[in-house]
């Protein structure tokens, strides 16, 4: 039986970006909140990271500072998704090194794998890295996603750990439960998802939201893991307008701007992200004001 990595919240952290690269005193600061907050783990270098952007060499040394600075108060885990099967695997020997707790890898984008392919890439990086991996299914991303026998096969890896299930496809995510049981722990990779998974037997969320209301994504997992089902609805509930308005246009856009919103500075975004939408400022504004 595998053990999660984590239970509960976690960030999937912006990076804040200056003119001249990483603001990494920012960067300290915003992880303080996390660890202040009940944040169970983050996620650094993903996709609210902006990852893809990162330059040569500012992966290595945004991983090794998080490590650092968290210095065991939640658990580090470094994205390394990409479609160059070796970087990927070179990533994360890197944050293995560096003492990060786990690794999140997409499936391989533009190279359309076949099934085959997509089970040996993630099989690759679990033989050849000795850290946890975190699966992530996000074929709104990748345009591939996982199915149920990939995941049947990579569930008997002991490398291999769990999954941040961002399809939104409930079916599957049943499935996934029902069958690989201990073998495969499940994450929800959509906060308005985290209820509804998280009631089917999900260890809790990888979040956007949780940049902003740490506490609040906490305290929901919390209470599901507890089974305190009608308390999280309520939860829930209250924070349902975030959760959508957060994703009006392409993350991490409306969470960099609302955290701008309340003094949380989140730097700047990187080409090809642009600002938010003068049009998306009034309702992202109010998603947050009705959590006052």
Not at 11 to 34: C, N, S, V, W, Y
Request: proline letters at 5%.
């Amino acid at each position: 039986m595998k053990q999660p990595i984590f239970k509960g919240s976690c960030t999937a952290m912006i990076t804040p970006f200056t003119d001249d690269g990483i603001d990494f005193e920012r960067m300290g600061k915003l992880l303080d909140f996390q660890a202040e907050n009940g944040t169970a783990a983050v996620v650094i270098a993903g996709t609210t990271g902006e990852a893809a952007t990162l330059k040569s060499g500012e992966y290595e040394a945004l991983i090794a500072f998080c490590v650092r600075h968290i210095a065991g108060r939640m658990k580090t885990i470094a994205g390394i998704g990409g479609n160059d099967t070796q970087r990927c695997l070179e990533k994360a020997r890197f944050a293995a090194g560096a003492g990060a707790d786990a690794v999140l890898m997409t499936p391989p984008y533009y190279n359309k794998t076949s099934p085959a392919g997509l089970i040996a890439h993630f099989q690759h990086v679990a033989d050849g890295a000795q850290i946890p991996l975190v699966l992530y299914n996000v074929p709104g991303r990748t345009a591939i996603g996982l199915t149920a026998p990939a995941y049947l096969e990579l569930a008997k890896h002991p490398n291999i750990n769990g999954v941040k299930e961002a399809s939104g496809d409930f079916s599957l995510i049943a499935r996934i439960l029902a069958e690989c049981g201990d073998d495969l722990s499940v994450w929800s990779g959509n906060d308005d998802h985290t209820l509804g998974m998280m009631a089917m037997g999900a260890q809790g969320v990888v979040s956007v939201a949780s940049n902003l209301v740490p506490d609040k994504v906490s305290e929901l997992c919390r209470l599901c893991l507890a089974g305190d089902f009608g308390r999280a609805r309520a939860l829930f509930c209250r924070c349902e307008g975030l959760f959508r308005t957060l994703f009006l246009e392409t993350n991490p856009i409306p969470v960099k701007a609302a955290m701008a919103m309340r003094g949380l500075d989140s730097g700047q975004l990187r080409l090809p992200l642009t600002a938010l939408s003068r049009a998306n400022e009034a309702p992202l504004r109010a998603a947050l004001d009705s959590l006052r």
